[in-house]
């Protein structure tokens, strides 16, 4: 199954729906698969269509649709780099690698965090108290970087 409704509702590039489940009343899991035939090695920038196997499913916050708390399940594509000779896992736009959640999920909990206590952006987001600092601490760190660099240029 792919819905463009919903792909165009979510509105992440490259990607396409192929299921969704409701496990609870305030949930909602959307089982997503990337479209491009070709990822990018990370080390060494070649593009490689060697697709050799997938991660286990894992599942990636992502904003809050209808009440519901969102969550996109991805299973990793794992490439060979025919210029490195190494495997690599596919490193995708809209997430930061190793993170559990979206990058426009962080940015939304960052900004929820400039004006309240992380303990209740916890408490309301139902995230735990070690993602929420993490998030902020992190997101941040990078807008300082960014800042320094700007005023350094
Ligand atoms: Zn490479």
């Known amino acids: 199954m792919s ?20 496990p609870d009343a305030k949930t909602v ?7 491009l035939k070709v990822a990018l ?13 997938y991660d286990d499913p ?5 904003l809050s649709i209808w ?6 399940r991805l299973r990793g594509r794992r490439f060979d780099c025919v210029r490195c000779g190494h495997p690599f896992t596919e490193r995708l736009e809209w997430i930061d690698f190793g ?4 990058r426009r999920y962080e940015s939304y909990v960052f900004e929820l965090c400039r004006k309240n206590t992380p303990q209740y952006v916890s408490q309301l987001e139902d995230l735990g108290y070690d993602a929420v600092e ?6 941040g760190k990078k807008q300082l970087q960014g800042n320094s660099s700007v005023a350094s240029a």
């Open 41 to 53: 090695c990370p080390d060494c920038g070649h593009p490689s269509a060697d697709l050799h196997d």
């Open 99 to 102: 993170s559990s959640s979206t």
């Open 67 to 72: 009440g519901r708390q969102c969550f996109l």
């Open 134 to 139: 993490g998030i902020f601490l992190r997101l």
């Open 29 to 35: 899991i959307l089982d997503i698969q990337p479209t």
């Open 3 to 22: 819905d463009p409704i919903l792909e165009q509702l979510l509105g992440l590039p490259h990607l396409t729906i192929s299921g969704y489940e409701l």
């Open 58 to 62: 894992r599942l990636i916050r992502d």
